[in-house]
C-alpha cells in the first residue's frame, strides 16, 4: 500500500490536525492563523492568544520545513507505548512564523540539536497504543551522515 493511501486509511488523532489531499491523506499540517494580528497557532484554536476576546481565526496550512528549537530525549516508555528512547521539542516554522511542539523521529534522539533542519511526515504513531492512528512527526530535512 502506497504511503498515501495508507495514511487516509488510518483514524487521524485529531480531526482538525491535518490539511488533506484529493485522496484523502494528509499533505500538511492544520492550524489557525488571526486575521487580524497575522499570528499563526497550531493545533487549531479557538481564541488568538494575543488578540482575545477579539481576533478572527481562518484554517492554515502550515509549512512542512522547520528548524528544532530545543528537544529532549526520553528514556522510559509514553504512556502510548513509545519505545525509549524517543525524542520530541519544539519546532520553529519559519515561514509562519510559529513554533509548534512535535514528536521528533527518523535519526538517533540526541540529533534533533537546536538548529536542525526537519520536515513533517505523516504517518501511523508507531506506540503500542496507537495502532491505526494517524499522526505526525519530524525527521531530518536531509539524509543524516557520518558528520552529523
Ligand atoms: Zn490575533
Redesign the pocket.
Same mark, same amino acid.
Given at each position: 500500500m502506497r504511503a498515501a493511501a495508507l495514511a487516509a486509511a488510518l483514524r487521524p488523532l485529531r480531526d482538525d490536525l491535518f490539511v488533506l489531499g484529493a485522496d484523502g491523506a494528509p499533505v500538511a499540517l492544520r492550524g489557525t492563523r *488571526?486575521t487580524? /494580528? =497575522?499570528?499563526v497557532a497550531f493545533p487549531a484554536r479557538a481564541l /488568538?492568544s494575543? *488578540?482575545a476576546p477579539n =481576533?478572527h481565526l481562518v484554517p492554515h496550512r502550515l509549512s512542512a520545513h522547520g528548524v528544532v528549537h530545543a528537544s529532549t530525549v526520553a528514556r522510559v516508555p509514553s504512556a502510548m507505548g513509545h519505545a525509549p528512547p524517543y525524542a520530541y521539542g519544539y519546532v520553529d516554522l519559519p515561514d509562519d512564523a510559529t513554533r509548534i511542539f512535535a514528536p521528533l523521529s527518523g535519526a538517533e534522539a540526541t540529533w534533533f540539536q537546536p538548529g536542525a533542519r526537519v520536515r513533517v511526515v505523516f504517518g501511523e504513531i508507531p506506540a503500542a497504543a496507537m495502532r491505526g492512528v494517524l499522526g505526525y512527526w519530524f525527521v531530518p530535512d536531509a539524509p543524516v551522515t557520518a558528520d552529523d
Amino acid at each position: 500500500m502506497r504511503a498515501a493511501a495508507l495514511a487516509a486509511a488510518l483514524r487521524p488523532l485529531r480531526d482538525d490536525l491535518f490539511v488533506l489531499g484529493a485522496d484523502g491523506a494528509p499533505v500538511a499540517l492544520r492550524g489557525t492563523r *488571526c486575521t487580524d /494580528c =497575522g499570528r499563526v497557532a497550531f493545533p487549531a484554536r479557538a481564541l /488568538c492568544s494575543h *488578540c482575545a476576546p477579539n =481576533g478572527h481565526l481562518v484554517p492554515h496550512r502550515l509549512s512542512a520545513h522547520g528548524v528544532v528549537h530545543a528537544s529532549t530525549v526520553a528514556r522510559v516508555p509514553s504512556a502510548m507505548g513509545h519505545a525509549p528512547p524517543y525524542a520530541y521539542g519544539y519546532v520553529d516554522l519559519p515561514d509562519d512564523a510559529t513554533r509548534i511542539f512535535a514528536p521528533l523521529s527518523g535519526a538517533e534522539a540526541t540529533w534533533f540539536q537546536p538548529g536542525a533542519r526537519v520536515r513533517v511526515v505523516f504517518g501511523e504513531i508507531p506506540a503500542a497504543a496507537m495502532r491505526g492512528v494517524l499522526g505526525y512527526w519530524f525527521v531530518p530535512d536531509a539524509p543524516v551522515t557520518a558528520d552529523d
